[in-house]
């Protein structure tokens, strides 16, 4: 059985996003995937429990802020752990996340400022993917995504 590729739900079109939006991915490589079957998608913040649209968040260390100071670092990892669980269920080959956000960036992240900064770094999602053997790229990657996929067939 080919090994499926888990996403976050916002780079498929699903209007999941903090401010109601999406962010489809248009790479025809990234579509090709999509009409192949090969990609099972979440997003985590909403499936662990927050509604669309909700407060932007960013990370401050190991917790999780809304620009109001509110935390919000257990619904986050709720969404984390179900993302989790998705990727074991369907034994993923790999994950492509969303960049710079606070569930699933894997490069950068945005600085837990609220000033618009962004500082190397990655969401909790794509942490506890990683800390359980899982590769998480962001879809700016898809080359290495390419060459990842072609190594392990
Ligand atoms: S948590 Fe991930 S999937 Fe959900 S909107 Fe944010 S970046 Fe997209």
Avoid at 1 to 10: E, F, N
Avoid at 17 to 42: A, H, K, T
Avoid at 50 to 79: I, N, S, Y
Wanted: glycine residues 10%.
């Amino acid at each position: 059985m080919t090994r499926k590729i888990l996403v976050s739900a916002c780079l498929l079109g699903h209007k999941v996003r903090y401010d109601n939006g999406d962010v489809p991915c248009l790479d025809p490589r990234f579509l090709n995937w999509y009409e192949q079957g090969l990609l099972v998608s979440i997003c985590p913040e909403v499936t662990g429990g927050l509604p669309t649209p909700r407060p932007d968040a960013q990370r401050q260390g190991d917790r999780v802020v809304t620009r109001a100071g509110t935390d919000v670092t257990e619904p986050f990892m709720k969404g984390a752990n179900a993302a989790l669980q998705i990727a074991l269920e369907h034994n993923v080959a790999l994950a492509i996340l969303k960049q710079n956000s606070p569930s699933c960036g894997s490069l950068f992240i945005y600085d837990g400022t609220f000033t618009d900064t962004k500082v190397p770094g990655q969401g909790l999602t794509t942490e506890l993917l990683r800390s359980n053997g899982i590769k998480v790229f962001g879809e700016d990657q898809l080359d290495e995504v390419e060459q990842e996929l072609a190594r392990m067939m």
